[in-house]
């Protein structure tokens, strides 16, 4: 039987949960994945739910060290739904069969926002900052991180409050914010790809009467600002998803473009041998 006495867990025993999912995955094993950090972090929870009832709180250290595998900022909010459901005194074949419903649509919702949004913006920002030189780019960059890790503290709270209710609440809004996510990412992917793609025509034909005309500044940089870019940019996308051309090879043929480039010094003898 579930012990009945239980002290009732306050904000910073969540917040303490939140500081102690950071060394989640320290403990990391392949036949468990995140289990035993996943576990050890509850443990304070536990004991302060069941007081010196050992056998309970072995018990639910148990049912926590089967198999944990999802995103790793949401994994916070499963150790708070779990605790709440604990307190509650939720039967624990349900617990576990809980948690293992939503490794998937947690993992989904943190990938998106995590590591499909926040990692490329957060990456591209501090990439553009220190290519021109400015040291602030690197620090923005692990600023962004602290700001991330600290939300488990947030999604620890989160699940502790919705207890059962986030069930309901994850399966009904995961696609639409994983969606929103990556549309996110996506557009502000976009709007930074003139920052650091350059692409420019170095040809300037000779005109009669005009001398030299640079394509590049005559037409690309006043009438089609940022063209070269997108379309090259476009060029990679079709390459990867229609001709199935891996990122590896597509990054090595980067580079060996561009190395002849530079052995040929411009773009435009470039051409004129094709």
Not at 35 to 49: L, N, T, Y
Not at 57 to 62: D, L, V
Not at 194 to 222: D, H, K, M, R, T
Request: aromatic residues 12%.
């Amino acid at each position: 039987m579930m012990a009945v006495s239980r002290n009732k867990l306050d904000k910073s025993d969540i917040t303490k949960l939140g500081f102690l999912s950071l060394l989640e995955q320290v403990a990391f094993s392949f036949e468990r994945m995140q289990a035993p950090g996943f576990c050890w972090g509850m443990i304070p929870g536990f004991k302060k739910i069941y007081g010196d009832n050992k056998e309970e709180i072995a018990k639910a250290m148990t049912n926590n060290l089967g198999f944990i595998n999802t995103e790793p900022h949401m994994a916070t909010f499963l150790q708070g739904l779990t605790l709440s459901l604990e307190e509650s005194g939720q039967d624990r074949e349900m617990i576990k069969r809980i948690n293992a419903g939503l490794f998937g649509p947690l993992a989904g919702v943190g990938d998106a926002i995590f590591w499909f949004t926040l990692l490329p913006i957060s990456g591209a920002i501090a990439c553009s900052l220190a290519g021109q030189g400015n040291p602030i780019g690197p620090v923005i960059f692990i600023v962004i991180w602290i700001i991330a890790a600290m939300t488990r503290i947030w999604f620890g709270r989160m699940g502790y409050n919705l207890g059962v209710r986030a069930v309901d609440m994850i399966s009904e809004n995961a696609a639409a914010i994983t969606k929103a996510a990556g549309i996110l990412g996506v557009t502000v992917i976009g709007g930074l790809i003139p920052s650091y793609i350059g692409f420019e025509l170095a040809w300037a034909p000779e005109l009669p009467e005009i001398g030299a005309f640079s394509i590049q500044e005559n037409i690309f940089n006043v009438i089609f600002p940022n063209l070269l870019p997108l379309l090259l940019v476009f060029l990679f996308y079709w390459l990867f998803r229609k001709k199935k051309v891996s990122t590896i090879a597509l990054i090595v043929g980067i580079i060996v473009v561009c190395v002849a480039l530079a052995f040929l010094g411009t773009l435009s003898d470039f051409l004129a041998i094709i």
